[in-house]
């Protein structure tokens, strides 16, 4: 069994890390969950990664692709694993953890 190409940066009980949960199951993806530090000033292992201390965060290795922010991770899941439609769950605009 191989490792899975994807990493998932969360926090416990975030809703934006819950939206990317829902859009990797959607999709059948398999993926490592690394819960972070809950301070925001806390986060230096998804600064090294993202540059930015916001959660959620993947790294998907099998593109190369490194990126923070649930919408933008949910349109990248969309287009790259997806038919590139956005689900009516998917919906909102509301600010990262």
Same mark, same amino acid.
């Given at each position: ?6 990493? =998932? ?15 990797? $199951? @959607?999709? $059948? ?5 690394? =819960?972070?530090?809950?301070?925001? !000033? @806390? ?6 990664? !993202? ?32 038919? $590139? @439609?956005? !689900?009516?769950?998917?919906?909102? $605009?509301?600010?990262?953890?």
């Amino acid at each position: 069994m191989s490792e899975p190409q994807i990493t =998932f940066y969360r926090l416990q009980a975030c809703p934006y890390c819950e939206r990317v949960t829902r859009k990797l $199951g @959607e999709y $059948g993806l398999e993926y490592r969950s690394r =819960f972070v530090e809950p301070m925001h !000033s @806390e986060r230096n292992v998804v600064k090294r990664i !993202s540059g930015k201390r916001t959660v959620p965060a993947i790294v998907d290795e099998n593109t190369g692709v490194t990126m923070s922010e649930s919408a933008n991770i949910v349109e990248y899941l969309e287009n790259t694993y997806g038919d $590139g @439609e956005e !689900s009516s769950t998917d919906a909102g $605009g509301e600010a990262e953890a």
